[in-house]
């Protein structure tokens, strides 16, 4: 676990005794093991100096060996409940001061905290613990090529597949089969999958009971989980034709995506990337249909610091990784959405997605 070193140096930076990390997607960058989040709370504390101490359910003993973890550990069974584990946890490290996860750790493992040690300080540092992981490694980059070639050979074959009558629901029952025929060990998230009027919800259901018919658009947003990373690109295509709007549309979200990219560099903030995307929305006859901000970061987590949007002045760094993806969309009628995942380099960007970009149309 040589990851505790760089939360241990964090804890000291914020100024705080020490860092408490629960399962999640910090939990996995710094121990390489997931564990679920259950109704039994399990978290380790990494003091500033010091040895690390942890409090883990009973039942997870086994599991939490693999860690190869040096510090205290406090058990505990279900019929006795976890107080008396943090009290423990708490004779054992005095603390005054903490740094937690405020997205990520939940209200009930807060209060246990709390408890054990009288009035302790409590700083929410999720942008200073997440931060850790917001410059990707060649192995993390390697893992996030991996989701995103199972994620566009699932998006070959579901194409080659599509027809006009089939459901919004069927198709995302061939996607997902598609996903996992590929090698995804999970979803990253659950597809989007949406067709005519429900293309124009950015954050669509896939509805069993609509037939997708000819002339469609159909918008899918979707992502292979390999190796703990997530994979999320979107492409909209048409169902046996497009019309003379809608080839005017996806060409105006296109020439967005191209901004983009021309746009993603180190130095480069995450307000001027957004800016050169919504600038090209704006200036087209569709700028009412602009809905969304430009991306986010990608990695452990879909949707993960750096966000790209105006107002956001965060420095582009080499190592981050975020979507492209500009949207237009007209309620009542349909929407256009196009995603890259794009990595920035000592020299400018590179998209990790290879998909074309195209407009394409599919099935007869």
């Not at 307000?271 to 990608?298: M, N, Q, Y």
């Not at 965060?314 to 009542?332: D, H, K, S, W």
């Not at 590179?350 to 599919?362: K, N």
Request: hydrophobic residues 45%.
């Amino acid at each position: 676990m040589a990851g505790l070193s760089d939360y241990a140096g964090l804890a000291a930076r914020l100024g705080v005794d020490a860092v408490a990390i629960v399962p999640g997607p910090n939990f996995a960058r710094m121990t390489g093991h997931d564990f679920h989040t259950n109704e039994r709370p399990l978290v380790i504390v990494i003091p500033a100096d010091g040895p690390p101490a942890a409090v883990v359910p009973n039942l997870e003993l086994a599991s939490f060996d693999l860690l190869d973890f040096s510090g205290a550990v406090f058990d505990w069974r279900d019929q006795d409940g976890y107080q008396p584990a943090f009290a423990a946890l708490a004779r054992h490290l005095p603390v005054a001061s903490l740094a937690v996860e405020g997205q990520v750790m939940r209200v009930f493992v807060q209060l246990a905290l709390a408890a054990a040690w009288p009035g302790l300080r409590i700083v929410d540092a999720e942008r200073e613990i997440s931060g850790l992981r917001i410059r990707k490694t060649a192995a993390e980059i390697a893992a996030l090529e991996r989701a995103i070639a199972i994620s566009e050979r699932a998006l070959a074959d579901l194409l080659d597949n599509l027809r006009a009558g089939q459901t919004e629901k069927q198709v995302e029952s061939l996607l997902v089969q598609a996903l996992f025929a590929q090698g995804a060990e999970d979803m990253a998230f659950a597809p989007i999958v949406a067709a005519a009027d429900n293309s124009a919800r950015p954050h669509a259901s896939a509805r069993p009971d609509y037939a997708i018919r000819p002339g469609d658009a159909l918008l899918l947003d979707f992502g292979a989980r390999w190796g703990g990373f997530c994979a999320d690109i979107t492409r909209t295509v048409f169902v046996g034709h497009a019309t003379d709007e809608a080839e005017q549309v996806y060409d105006t979200v296109l020439r967005a995506n191209q901004a983009g990219h021309a746009a993603t560099r180190p130095g480069a903030s995450a307000h001027e990337v957004d800016d050169a995307v919504i600038s090209v929305l704006e200036a087209s006859p569709f700028a009412d249909r602009i809905r969304t901000k430009t991306g986010h970061g990608l990695g452990r987590e879909v949707h993960e610091a750096p966000y790209i949007m105006r107002g956001n002045h965060q420095v582009l760094e080499p190592g981050m990784v975020f979507t492209n993806e500009p949207g237009l969309y007209r309620i009542g009628g349909f929407g256009v959405r196009i995603e890259d995942d794009i990595l920035v380099t000592d020299t400018g960007c590179r998209s990790l997605t290879a998909f074309p970009r195209e407009l394409i149309v599919v099935g007869p």
